[in-house]
């Protein structure tokens, strides 16, 4: 257990359907970040949140629409999805700010098929 | 746009073999960290690199982050199975929190 959850651990849903993953930490930590993993892209950052505030929006998509609505929380709303989209949604977690490395904690993913 | 290659890309070593993977970034970078993925798992942190040329190490892991701040490697000495996984390596630029991945090498450690 890192700290760091993520609910459901997988998930199927079809192209017109609307879905949330969730994230929780319970580190701390001021900074929360999605990744997706796929074998053809592995690790791709999404979306970067600190102190609640989005930093980074790596170019994606806005079928993807991410929310934080405290530094322990961040959801990713799903809506109409593609298959290319089916891949494994981590949730990270780190504290830029506190002194020393700035590691990321990973959750153990959200597993996501889109059919 | 900033960009992080890794190679290999897969290896494959005997057990008790050394293995080595390199970083490279199109441009400086602020600092670089080193995950493992065990398959099936998600990444763990190993390292975090900052100065140019540092050296740290951590039992059979050696980690060194280039003079120029654009490379990094990774070796272990004498691998065993339970060194199998994905290593990857993650570029932080200055200024952002935001840390770009590099393709990842997949170890196979055969017994």
């Known amino acids: 257990e890192t700290g760091v959850t993520q609910t459901p651990r997988h998930l199927v849903m079809g192209m017109t359907n609307k879905k949330s993953l969730k994230c929780e930490q319970h580190?701390?930590?001021?900074?929360m970040y999605w990744y997706k993993q796929s074998a053809k892209k592995p690790l791709e950052l999404m979306f970067v949140?600190?102190?609640?505030?989005?930093?980074e929006n790596n170019s994606v998509p806005s079928r993807f629409s991410p929310e934080c609505p405290n530094s322990s929380h961040l959801f990713l709303h799903l809506h109409t999805l593609q298959p290319e989209d089916s891949a494994l949604y981590l949730c990270?977690?780190?504290?830029?700010?506190?002194?020393?490395?700035?590691?990321?904690?990973f959750g153990p993913g959200t597993r996501l098929t889109v059919l | 746009g900033q960009q992080v290659m890794q190679i290999p890309q897969y290896q494959h070593v005997q057990e008790g073999e050394d293995f080595t993977t390199y970083c490279n970034s199109s441009t400086t970078l602020s600092n670089i960290q080193w995950y493992k993925q065990r398959p099936g798992g998600h990444p763990v942190f190993l390292i975090q690199?900052?100065?140019?040329?540092e050296v740290k190490k951590q039992k059979r892991l050696t980690f060194q982050f280039g003079e120029a701040k654009k490379n990094s490697s990774l070796h272990i000495t004498a691998t065993q199975t339970t060194d199998v996984g994905t290593y990857f390596c993650a570029g932080s630029y200055s200024g952002t929190y935001k840390y770009i991945f590099g393709t990842g090498t997949r170890l196979k450690v055969l017994a």
């Open positions: 949140y600190n102190f609640k505030e989005q930093t």
């Open positions: 990270a977690s780190s504290h830029p700010l506190r002194g020393g490395n700035n590691e990321q904690f």
């Open positions: 580190l701390g930590h001021n900074a």
């Open positions: 690199l900052v100065k140019s040329g």
